[in-house]
C-alpha cells in the first residue's frame, strides 16, 4: 500500500469508529450501568494506548502542572460526561434519531467556539451551522418519535454538548 493511501484510510477508520458510537452506547446501555461502561471503556482504552506509545518510541507525557486543572475538565466534560450521558439517552431512544444529534457535533462544537472563545464564523458557516441543525430538526420534528423517547434524546444532546465543549 502507498503511503499516500494511509491518511485516507485512518480518517474513514476513524469515521467508521466515531459514527458507530451510538450503536455500541445502546449496546452497552443494556447491560451496564452508565458509569461501569465508561470506566470499563478506559481501563480497556488503557493498555492499547500504552502499547501504541511504546510501540512508536514515546514516553508517558508529562503535562505541566498548570495544565491539569483543565485536562481534568476536559476528560470530565469531553470522556466521561459525554459517554455517560449518551448511554443513558440511548438506553430511553432509538439509535438512529441519537445519532442524527450525535452527528451536529462540528456545528455544535463552533457555535460553543463563538458563544465561549468570540471566534468569528463566515457566513458559510454559520448558513452551514443551519442546515445542520434544520436537518437534525426535522428529523427529531415532535410526534415521530415513540413514547418515553424525549428523554432519551434531551440527555443525548446533552451528552453532545459535553462533547464539544471538552
Do not use: N
Amino acid at each position: 500500500m502507498k503511503p499516500t493511501y494511509l491518511p485516507p484510510l485512518q480518517l474513514v477508520l476513524a469515521m467508521i469508529l466515531a459514527g458507530s458510537t451510538p450503536l455500541t452506547s445502546q449496546i452497552i446501555g443494556h447491560g451496564l450501568p452508565p458509569f461501569t461502561a465508561s470506566a470499563l471503556r478506559f481501563a480497556v482504552a488503557l493498555p492499547l494506548l500504552y502499547a501504541l506509545m511504546r510501540r512508536q518510541g514515546q514516553g508517558w507525557p508529562r503535562p505541566p502542572a498548570g495544565d491539569l486543572g483543565l485536562l481534568v475538565l476536559q476528560a470530565a466534560c469531553g470522556s466521561v460526561g459525554y459517554t455517560s450521558l449518551l448511554i443513558l439517552g440511548m438506553q430511553q431512544s432509538r439509535v438512529g434519531d441519537a445519532a442524527v444529534l450525535t452527528a451536529t457535533l462540528p456545528a455544535v462544537t463552533e457555535v460553543l467556539g463563538w458563544l465561549l472563545l468570540g471566534q468569528r464564523p463566515a457566513p458559510r458557516l454559520w448558513l452551514a451551522i443551519a442546515l445542520a441543525t434544520l436537518g437534525a430538526a426535522t428529523l427529531q420534528w415532535p410526534g415521530k418519535q415513540p413514547a418515553g423517547q424525549a428523554g432519551g434524546l434531551l440527555l443525548a444532546l446533552l451528552a453532545l454538548w459535553l462533547a464539544a465543549a471538552g
